[in-house]
């Protein structure tokens, strides 16, 4: 598809380079930005506060230290925002590129047009902020990028609503705003549709900005919270989508190695069937177990099975920390495979499962994928009534806060590569040391880095040895606080 992708895009840009309606639209909306250009050495509307609130979103979205790319880029205040640590910006705007070179020498800057674009460079975020809007052909553009891209690189855009048509042509006609030509005015359907026809996906989309205009108190009342939720979205003047390149283009590991993370307390009747069932998936195995803090001899155990199976790729590690999250953390620490896994040792997931985890990870059908235990039934003892419950009450939640479906977020079977969890780690400052369970770090990292998470369906089994860890109560008050958590970091920034 990558070739058939490239194909297309020389194909378009040669048709558009000889049409002249093409040519007639490049001219005006060269001299238009100019002009635009131009005018904001001396006046700049009503428009600083909208994109300063388009800053702050950016800058959640792309972290630190990334190669950035932004088309249609203007005088680089966005990029210049974003502080990459490449940071290229194109346009076609002569008078933009000027003004943006001088104001930010530390950049590259480029005058070229976004349906034309030669670059040698990867990047590992290219943004198109308000400029589907103003296109003459938005599949051409797209497909322009994707040479720039790897299979980690992701596309953020944000464009128009069109139900504020009118109030932002009221706005210009009244100077409150930088006045533009006729737009395309696309709906998230038509742009989801483009950037398929160039071979990317869609991984989330939402609204922002509901009041784009500097009231106090009430600006950030209206943005940071309202603007998140229905009905109110309805009226939110920006949509922002992420994409990342098709699996079909993707470049991963065919034959992995995997580490299978095991955490371990008071589990010592289960130890001799995950070695025993435990299979070997792409180019080797290791089996890591972090044994934390077990009133019965789970740490002995695993150690003459280490001895009774000297075949198996094995370590064993003694907890310091509390919680399964840090258990997962020292285990993680301590992998050498491509692939990070993790098993509880309860085997309420069967270690056979794993590899379809594996599957649907190296295919690039996912980016995270996360275990489901509520899709198919369970067997008797499985699960009490309301922890079922409750499990399904804080899927509904988390899937509206991190923008994607989350069906199961306790399910202890979790699938990433290793080069995303370092990505997390170093992130983690953001959140903090916050997550006992060691299931919300991880989501909620992959959520901050705009990972594709999956949930893959499996089938839960009852426990046949020791009790569980659980303590409802306790844990669904911690559940609690974890959706006020992201609420705060992840969902109303």
């Known amino acids: 598809m990558m070739t058939n992708g490239l194909g297309t895009q020389q194909h378009g840009s040669k048709i558009m380079e000889n049409s002249a309606r093409y040519q007639q639209y490049k001219q005006q909306h060269v001299a238009h930005w100019d002009a635009v250009a131009r005018q904001r050495d001396t006046w700049q509307g009503w428009g600083g506060y909208y994109h300063r609130r388009i800053n702050k979103i950016y800058r959640f979205l792309c972290g630190t230290d990334a190669r950035i790319l932004e088309i249609g880029c203007g005088q680089g205040e966005l990029l210049a925002a974003l502080e990459p640590a490449q940071g290229v910006g194109i346009d076609f705007s002569p008078a933009m590129i000027e003004r943006a070179r001088q104001k930010y020498p530390q950049f590259r800057f480029v ?225 050498s495979g491509d692939i990070l896994l993790i098993l509880d040792a309860d085997l309420t997931v069967p270690p056979e499962d794993l590899p379809r985890f594996v599957a649907a990870l190296s295919s690039g059908k996912g980016d995270f994928i996360n275990g489901v235990r509520l899709v198919y039934p369970m067997e008797k003892q499985a699960m009490r009534f309301l922890n079922l419950i409750a499990n399904k009450f804080f899927s509904a939640a988390f899937s509206w806060l991190l923008g994607q479906t989350i069906k199961d977020t306790l399910c202890g079977t979790k699938v990433l590569w290793r080069e995303d969890y370092e990505l997390i780690a170093a992130n983690r400052p953001y959140f903090g040391d916050f997550d006992p369970f060691g299931d919300f770090d991880l989501l909620f990292g992959a959520a901050k880095l705009n990972l594709k998470i999956v949930d893959l369906p499996i089938r839960y089994r009852e426990r046949i040895y020791g009790t569980t860890n659980i303590q409802r109560w306790r844990h669904g008050w911690l559940l609690l606080q974890m959706v006020v958590f992201a609420a705060r970091r992840i969902k109303f920034i």
């Open 111 to 335: 005058e070229a047009d976004a349906h034309s674009i030669s670059l040698p460079d990867k990047f590992d975020v290219i943004i198109l902020s308000d400029l589907v809007n103003d296109l003459w052909d938005v599949e051409t553009v797209f497909q322009q990028i994707v040479p720039l891209t790897t299979p980690r690189t992701r596309i953020i855009l944000n464009f128009f609503s069109r139900m504020w048509e009118l109030p932002l042509a009221l706005a210009q006609k009244m100077r409150l705003a930088n006045p533009s030509l006729p737009q395309n005015w696309l709906t998230v359907a038509d742009i989801a549709n483009l950037l398929g026809l160039a071979d990317f996906e869609v991984t989330r989309h939402w609204e922002e900005i509901l009041l784009p205009l500097p009231f106090p108190l009430l600006s950030g009342l209206a943005n940071n919270y309202l603007a998140k939720i229905w009905p109110f979205w309805w009226g939110d003047l920006t949509h922002f989508m992420v994409a990342r390149p098709c699996p079909q283009a993707t470049t991963e590991k065919k034959n992995p190695t995997v580490s299978v993370i095991v955490p371990a307390r008071n589990e010592a009747g289960n130890i001799a069937d995950i070695f025993r069932r435990t299979p070997q998936m792409g180019d080797g195995t290791e089996l890591i177990f972090v044994e934390g803090g077990s009133r019965d001899n789970t740490y002995e155990v695993i150690a003459q099975a280490m001895q009774e199976y000297p075949g198996t790729n094995c370590k064993l590690l003694k907890q310091t920390g509390k919680g399964k999250g840090d258990a997962v953390r020292v285990g993680f620490t301590q992998a």
